[in-house]
Structure formats: C-alpha cells, structure tokens
C-alpha cells in the first residue's frame, strides 16, 4: 500500500495529547506561554486533519481500520485499542480540529483575566484529545470510554468558574442528567459485547452483522439495544427529556459553550446514532421513537428560545433545536436522510461556535452582561462582530445561500418525501428558528444602548476567528448544492438518485424571511423606555401608542407562543428539575440515615451486625424451611 | 495420605518460612537495636524479609505444577493462592515504603513493632491463602486480626487512637466468636477440619442437617462482614480508619480485605449442598443470593455516606466499604481472574490515595478534605498523580478501576443478575461525585491549605508505583490478565 | 445427649452475646466475649465425641481456641489500660469522641 | 436417669447460673468470680465429655490466666461502683429481642437436626494423642499459634507500657 496518510491519522490526537500533557505537569511555570502551546498544537493537529480530509477527497470512499494493539484477550474474546479513518470520521475530525483550534485562539483574548488560564487550556486541550479519540474508535468500547472522558471535561468545564453558585449547580445538573443517558449506553455495550457473534464489538463488525442480518439478536433486543444507545445520544445531545443540562451548562466560559456545548460534544450523540446507523435501520421502532424524539425536541426547543432573554440560554436552546433536527433526519432511515444529517451536523458546528463566540465577544465588550433587554445597539461600535454575528443568524435562520440553508433543507427535503408530519414540524421550526434569532439580534445590534457599558471592539485574537467561522457558516453549505454538490456520494459511497425540490426550497426561504421580517419589526430600534412599556399593560398600550400591527402580531403570535414555551419550561423546572433534586435528597437522606448509626457507641454497631445477620437469614434460610 | 511435614516438604512453605524465621530474627535485632540509632533499618529489614519472599513465590510459581498438596489435603499450593500470597506482599512492602516517611516518632513510640507486627499480619494472610484446614485458616486469621489490632493501638498518645482501638478488638473478637462458633458447627457436621472433607460430607447429609448447615454460613458471614467491613457490618470501620495511624489504615483496607476473601473462597464451596436436584437448587444458591444483598447494601451505603463526609479517611472507610461490596459481587460470581484483577487495582489505587493522605495530613496536622484544597499549586506533580488515582477509584476509563469493575459487570450481566448490576452502576456513579469533589478542591487556587508540601521521596515513589501500574495495566491489562489466567 | 450439650452452649453464646453488647464495664465485657468463646469450644468438644466422625480433632481444635482466647483477651487488656490511662474511662458506652 | 446425665445437669446449672450472676452482680469482684465458677463447671462438662486434657487446660487458661488478667485490669483501671441506669430502654429493648431470637435460631436448629448416636471411643492416652496430632497433622497451626503468643505478649507489653516522657 502506498503511502497514506491515513495510517497515520492516530497521531491527530497526540497533538492536543501532548499539549495536555505539557500543560499539566509544567503548568505554573508557563502561565505566559500556555495558551501558545495549546494553540500550536491545535494548529498541528488542524493541518494534519486537513490533509487528511485532502487525502479522502482523492480517493474513493474507502475505510480504513486499523488495531494498535490488542487491549484486551479474555478467553475466547479479544477487544483492539485501535482507530477507524472513513469518510464520517474525517468529517468529525475536520470539524472538531477546526472549531477546537478557533476556540483555542478565541479564549485567549477572551480568558487573558483569568489567573488559571492553564487550568483552563488543559481541560480544553484534554477535552478535544478526548474528543477527537471519540471520534476515530474503531470499536463501540473504545467509543464509550471517550465518551465517558469528554463528559468528564464537559463537567469539569461547567464548574470551572466554581466560585459561582450557579456554575456549582448548573456541573451538578449536567452530571446527574447526563449520567443516566451514559448508563444507557454502557448496559448497550454489554449487551452487544454478550450478544455479538464472537462478542465482536467493532463497528466495521456491527456494521456487518446487521446489515447482512448475521446477528444473534431477536427482534425485541435490537429494538432494545437501538434504544438504549439511543438513550445515551439523548443524554449527550440535549435531547427531550434529558435536555435540561444543557442551557445550564452555559454557566461555563463562553468559549466552551462554543466548542463543546455547541459544536462538538453535543453533536457527539448524533455521531453515535449515525455510526450505529445499522443497528437502528433493523428496527422501525426505533427509528420512529428517534424522529419523534428529534422533531418534538426540534419543535419545543426553538419555542423556549423565544422566551429566554439570555443571549447564551437562547442559543442553548437553539443548538438543542436543531440538534433535534438531525435526530429528526436520522428517524427517517433514508441513506439520504442520513447524510442530510451528518450535513446539518458539518454547517450546524461552524455557524452555531460563530455565534457563540459572537455572543462571547459581546459579552466580554459589556463586562459580563448576559441579557439581551439589557443590551442594545452594540452594532455602531463593534462592526465585525456584528456583521459576523449577522451572518451566522442568517446561517442558522436557512437564508440562501448560507451554509445552513443547504442542509436545513436537505433535511426538509427528505422528511417531505418519507414523513409529512415530521415536515410540518420541521417547517414550523424553521419559521421560529429565524424569528428567535432575529429577535436576539435586533435587540441587541439596534436601537439604544442600555447596557450602561461603551462597548469595544474586542481584540483581533477574538475577531479573527470568527471572520474565518463567518467564512465557513457562509461556505460549507456549499459542498451539497442539490445536483452540484457531492457531498452524499462522498459521505455515504453510493450515488443517490437526488430529486431537487424547488418548491420546498423556496418555501423554506419565504418561511424563514417571513420569521426574520417578523422580528425586524417587533425588536428593531428599540429603547428603554419601549422595551419597559411593552412587557408592562398590553391593551392600553395599543390604543395609546397606535401600534396596531405590532401589537396584534404580539397578541396572537407571539404572546401564545411565548406562552407555549413558558409552559413547556415548566417541565424542565418541574419535572427534570424536580427528578434532580429529589435523587440528591433521597440520596441525602439515605447519607444522614448511615450517618446516624454511626453514634460512636460500639456496643450498638454490634447489635446492627447481629439484627442484620437475624434478619437475612429469616429471609433467605427461612424462605426454604418454612 | 501421609498426615506428617517432611524437611522436604518445606521447601513448598519456604515463602512462609521465611516470614517466620524474619519474624523471630528481626524482633530479636530490634529488641538489641542501639538505642539512638534509626529504626528505619527494621523497616528496611523487613522489606528485604517481604521480597524474598516474594521472590520464593514467584520461583515457586513457575515451577509449580497442578496443586502440591501436604498434610493430607490441609496444606495447598496452587495458582491463585500464590496470586494471592504475591498481592499480600506487594501490598505489605508498599505500606512498609509508604511508612519510611509517614510514621513519626510522636505518633508511634514504638516504630520497630510497627514493623515486625506488619510481617506476622502478612503471614496470617498468606498462610490463609494456602489452608484448606479450618483450624489453620482460623489461626491465620487470629494472627492477622490480633497483629492488626495492636497495630492500631500503636499511636499511644492519641486518645482517639485507643478507643478506636479498644472497640477494634471487641468487636473484631466478638466477630472471631461468631466465626469459631460457626466452624463449630461445619466441623460437627463434616466431622473433619478438612474443607474437603467437610463439603463432601455435608452433601450427603439428610435434609434435616440444613437448618444448621445454612445457621453455619450466617454465623461465617458476621465475622467475614464485620472483617470485610460490608454493610450491615461496616460501622466499625469509619471510626477506625479515622483513628488508626494511616500507614496502618491502607493495611486494614488492603490486606485484612483480601484475607478475608481468601477465607470465603475457601469456605464457599462447601456449601454446594443440594437442596432440591428437580430444580438444580443447592445451599450455595441462596448463600451467593445473600452475599449479592450485603453486596447491594454496601455499595448504596458506603458510597451514599461517604457523600456526606468531611474527614478524608472517613470519607475513604466508607469507599473501601462500597469496595467491599464490589468484592462480594465478583466474589459470588466465582471468577477468581477476575477477583484478582480488581483486588489488584484495589491494591494500587488505595494504598496510592492513602500515601497521598498521609503525606497531607503530616503537612496540615488534620484529616479535614480540605488538606487538598490547592494542590495543584502547590505540589503539582502529586495533584495529577493523585487525580488518577482518583479516577481510578471512581471508575472512569482507562484506568485499572474501570476495567476491574467493567470485568466484574460483565460477570454480572452474564449471570443475568440485572438488579445487582443496575445497583452498581448508579452507585459507582454515586461514587463519582465526592471523588470529583476531592479533585476539584485540588484546583481551587484561593483556598490553598499549604504554602509548601513535602512529600516524601518513599512516599513519593510509592505514589508513583501505584500511578503507573494503574495506569500502564489498563493499557496493557493482557500482560496482567495472562499471569492470572497463566496454567 | 448431644442436644443437651449443644444447648448449654448455645445458651452461653447467647449469655455472652447478651453480656458484651449491654455491660459497661469494659472488662466484663471482654470476659463476656470470652464466655462466647467458650460456648463455641463446649460445642466442638462435644461434637467431637457425639458428631459425625468423632474423633481427637476436636481437641485440638479447642486447644488452639482457648490460646488464641487468651491471646485476645491479654491484648485486649492492655489497650484497656493504655485507654484508661489517657482518658481515664473503662465504661463501654462513654467512648464515644469518634461519632460524627 | 444415669448419673452422667445428673453430672451433665449439674455442671450446666452450675455454668449458666455462673454467667447469669455474672450479668447481675453488682460488685465487679463478684462478677469475676462468677465467670470463674463458670469456667470451672464448663471444665466439669469437658470430662464428662471424655476431655481430661482439655478440662485441666481450661483450668488453666480461663479459670487461671484469663480470669487473673481480668483482675489485673480491673485493678490497673478504677470503677465506680455505682450503677445509673441509662437512657437506653430502646437498646436494651431490641438487643434483648436480637439475643432471644438468635437463642431461637440455635434452638430450632439444634433440635432440627439429628446426629447418629453412634459414639467412638476415643483413646485412652489422650494427651499423647493430641501430642501426636498436633506435631504431624496439626503442626502448621502449632507454629503459628507460638509466633501469635509471641506477638500478643510484645504487643501487650509495648502498649501497656507507660512511656517515659
């Protein structure tokens, strides 16, 4: 075999490894150089994932798998440490380098205040090791053991402003929430691992056995194992009913919430369900419970953001939305749908860090302000981060002819074919998607300034990255234009008869300006004193002020969707919210109770250990002799 | 069938032997050390004493063949007692480096015994490793428990040291009371002290022996509970490892755990008595049913307080309490391979956490969790060495403790035990949050405790071992798993 | 005959039980356990005449309880004392600094 | 009635009625003497059981030493003599109950069971026996018993020890 650079793609990792490494042991004497370090390292390992993407592009969609070393050979099975290099993983790891490597540069303007900025570049250089190792396992074991990995950074980074009382709750929360989509997962690789022929846990042999229908599982099991993987890409993803971690997790740096809670490590779950795809294509069930899981989450999500008047919790909720997009496509079982997926995955990455870091820009020009009503006018000062910003909304809104236009409606497209109600919601969402957005951005880029700052154009270290992600949100999309594009051939390794539906590209279009027009002319320009006015008493400000077309807008548009989407908040803070803390009192509670024996009287200890012993051999002798 | 010990049969027991013959030499040269001289030499004399005979073990291993069986079956050495023995070893010697530099004068008058008592403890243990005779097994126990209860009371000065003490023997004799009384009753049955012997006899017993039968394996189960420190037994265990000089701690953890499990591996056999041959049901099933709820109940226990805790080795009494749930649970899968691994990462991880409290708590001169508040900068290296550590505890992947309990579910899940399985994992996950708890005090720079930390360099190396096998056999694990599977 | 034996020591056993968990005093209470102890050598004396296979073992067995007994109860005695000197107590129930 | 049978029930009321005084005594001197008559009458039950050995060694070693070390703690650690009951009904409550049910247990179990009358006459020259026994089948538990006598005797004597400060 000639020279490949897949062979080497093992080393993509080291990179951030080696960084992590550095960071960790040398750490103090080098707080001037850190991000330095962490940064170069990136760009190696950006570099090499690029050309590695070059190499694919050459040739033909070809896999290549490779075991490093066997890991473990008990009895008659044998699991390989090793790494996988096919056209999905390169795309991972393009995104994942790239986003990484940008972020990398951003929190270097971004966190130059804080004092443990090592502590800061190690987990993130951890972080994207963990996740790039994620992304090119060769076995489902492997997988779950970065996955494991990459939850920990995420929890780590959560809490790391851990002088915050929210900050404290909010790593709290994501752990406990997250952790139940984990166990999931772990019980599906034991069940693969039993059920497998020759316990085979690779994805190459999963792939294999499910799709020459050589499995040893019944039915039930498959659906079974479906979904409990699924289980774990609802934990991670941010998927109804486990979503709630995820607009909490927005207590840590903006620039993780850009990188791991918007692009990457989020998207992880969808990866998952797209590398076990053959899995979920044996079981109808089980791709319909992920469709309707995608689209309901898609749905309900876009119309919490509505509600929100933080600029970070508002993307939170727009990157669960359109994550849900991608389980969505992912339900419909379609190669072609899969692909449309794996697509939102690629563009959905670029344009959502672009207005995280956007957001992060602003918010350190305002000095940690984070609500929107207390923004405003900030696009008279900060020119590139508005117009970045900008772009990114219109990416995210599936304006043509941005990045996210091309997917979203690759998306449209194929639920239009295979599922009209997953369509509709999907239409829907797409008109609240741009009116959200367009909400936060007129509010804050128009109308006064209320924030009581002068805001600053920040410094080029935090410009420059997100004029290249603008580039990209507005770029990547093109690598798919229905009937130019390559993208599904590349990704999936068969052609795809494609049929262009015009129709549903121009009306998603028209449904997306139609959400933009609306909030141009609820939010633009607004002042203060406006702003007040209008969440105080509605009608009398109607006749008063004469806005009919606003007001009546508000009142049957938006005040019932508002509505709506308070509602459905209330089963994050009742239902979720109410699961967590009552496993953290029962576990309380069972703590004081083993507290309690502890009285210090040895006599009583004795006594515990003789009514314990009486009662299990009542239980357990008795049960046979009575 | 010979019932006598030929010189020629000693060569078998020379791991043993030389224990014993350490013992009598080393007490003797410390009753005649000089005076002002430093009795870190008995320690380094017993450490030698520890490796050769280790070394013995290993040369006996590789030459052994099958099962070498003296005394008419009381007397075996096969593989896993010398995987066994070995563990034993390695865990005494590494407490023994840990305590170079963590026993100090003021806290143990007596620094000698401190190391001569560690060596009969370890003999106890080994000794146990190899006996299928109830009388032996039972004085190897005695040696070990007694041996460990003066160890404890060695911190003269220290009134809470002496009452922990004083409870230790009353509770542990009150415990060796319930075991006598249930051996008791196997030897009044099996009418031998063979286990063998026993567990032949007691199959061909008519059912109205089973009452007894079963009342013989609870009565068992106080004292191994109670030794293994498994809920509803456990409540000893905080107090003690609270009170008792570190070094001492990580020995009762360790070593007094993996006798204890060599003891029911012995006993557990001999309870494959068949209760109804319709439906394959033996004694053994409802006794390994027991064992998975005192199983179930130590890991909610243990890592549910352990939530709780503010004092470091409290907080660790009630992990090795949860530990010791893991242990029931392999153990009653019958996996000694396993058994073995994860005793192994059990080994590593906790005399490595306890070296580190140890070198902590000199430094602050208390046991509070905050000792490790800023660690990372003011001791960086050990930080990250002991955030492995920690992970390993906690069992997150890629390190030993993972793979050791992924083992162990695996076992589980095999055995379709699913409830055992769900209980462990939500309580290992339990587990996670006052482990990460502890790491992220590490990296709290504002409320650092110490403005300097010396660890010392036996401590530090001790440390160090412990990082690097944990490390290195979840990377590698086959190179461990083939000495264990090694026939 | 063996059942009247094997009472008489259950009912010691228990005695003793009774003795070590409610005494104060920290001596009765080791010379309870002790009381535990012998109960479990009257019963394996007695098995070793009236059980199955009868047979010397027992005696040995016994032998080496009652050493190992007194073993127990010299240690147990001088950390009593070391106990008793620095904190001047010998009640069971007043040990109690190590309750959180 | 035999007369075995008029020993067996002497010694055993003699035995437990020792260590029910020894619960109920209300000098700590009494309580010793108690356990000691018990000790002895459980010497008596061992010949009864055709363990001349073993009755002189439990002499020796509980009625002896163990009892004559309980005086020496109770000497080397002062009581006070007088009782106030505690605050502890509900312990003594459900340690009651724990100690009967066990003593069911036992009961139960004991009359459950049923063991061949078959009695084996046991040698005559019993202490050679045992001798014999211990230093061939037994000799691994022997030499370990003495390193364990060796090490409890250290032991007693380095905690015990007041330290010269």
Known sequence: MDFTISTYAWIIPLFPFVSFLILLVLGRQMKGIASTISIFAMLLATVSALLLLGETLKNEAQSYTSSVFNWLDIGDFSISFGYEVNNVNVLMLVIVTVVSLLVNVFSKGYMADDERMTVFYSYISLFTFSMLMLVISDNILQLYIFWELVGLCSFLLIGFWYQKKEAKAAAKKAFIVTRIGDIGLFIAVILLFWYMPEHMLSFTAIHNAFETNAHGFSDGMVTLVALLIFVGAVGKSGQFPLHTWLPDAMEGPTPISALIHAATMVAAGVFLVAKTYDIFLASETALLIVGTVGAFTALFAALIAIAQNDIKRILAYSTVSQLGYMMLALGLGTMAAYSAAMLHLFTHAFFKALLFLGAGSIIYALHHEQNILKMGGIGKSMKVTTWTFAIGTLALAGIFPLSGFWSKDAILAQAYEHQPVFFAAALIGVFLTAFYMSRLFFLVFTGDNRSGHTPKESPWVMTLPLIILAVLAVCAGWVAIPGIGTFNEWLVGETMEEKIHWSILIISNVVALLGIGLGYKMFRNKTASSLHEQSGNGLQTVLARKFYIDELYDLIVVKPVRGLGAFLQLWDEFIVGGLVKGSITTTRQIGKMGMRLQSGQMQVYALISVIGMLILLLIFAGRRLI | MDTRLFAADLLDMLPELTLFIAIIIISLLDLFWPKNASKKGIGVLTLIALIVSAGFLIYQRIHLDGVISLLNDSYLVYHYGILFKLIVLLGVSLIVMMSFGAIRDKDIPHIGEYYVLLMPAALGAMIMASSADIITLFIGLELLSISSYILVALRKHHTKSNEAAFKYIVLGSIASAFILYGMSFLYGMGGSTNLFQIGATLQSLESSFHPMIYVSFFLLLVGFGFKLAAAPFHTWAPEVYSAAPTPVVSFLAVISKAAMLIFMFMFLPVYFVPLDPVQNLTIYSDVVLTLHVVAAISMIVGNIVALMQKNVKRLLAFSSIANAGYFLVVLSTDRPGELVYYLVAYLLMTIGIFAVVTALENSAEHQDISIFSGLYFTAPVTAVMTVILLLSLAGIPLTMGFLGKFFILLGVIQVKTYWLAAIMIVSSVISFYYYFRIIRLMFMRSHSEHTTIKVPVTTMIVIAICVVATIFFAFFPQYMLSFIEWT | MLNSYLLLSASLFCIGLYGALSKKNAVIVLLSIELMLNAANVNIIAFSKYGINPSLTGHVFSLFSMTVAAAEVAVGIAILIMLYRNRGISDVTKMDVLKK | ?165
Do not use: C, W
């Open chain 4, 1 to 165: 009635m035999s007369g075995q049978f008029i020993f067996f029930m002497l010694f055993s009321v003699t035995a437990i009625g020792g260590a029910i005084m020894m619960l109920n005594m209300e000098r700590i001197m009494y309580m010793i003497a108690s356990a000691a008559v018990t000790f002895l009458s459980l010497a008596g039950i061992y010949v009864l059981l055709h363990a001349e050995f073993l009755a002189f060694v439990q002499i020796l070693i509980y009625a002896g030493a163990i009892t004559i070390l309980m005086i020496f703690g109770i000497v080397l650690t002062k009581h006070e003599e007088k009782r106030e009951e505690p605050k502890r009904r509900f312990y003594h409550i459900s340690l009651f109950a724990g100690v009967v049910g066990l003593f069911a247990v036992f009961y139960y179990v004991i009359n459950q069971s049923a063991f061949p009358a078959v009695t084996r006459e046991i040698a005559q020259d019993q202490t050679k026996e045992i001798g014999l026994l211990i230093y061939s089948q037994y000799v691994i538990p022997f030499e370990l018993v003495s390193i364990l006598l060796t090490i409890a005797l250290i032991g007693a004597i380095i905690i015990a020890k007041r330290e010269g400060k």
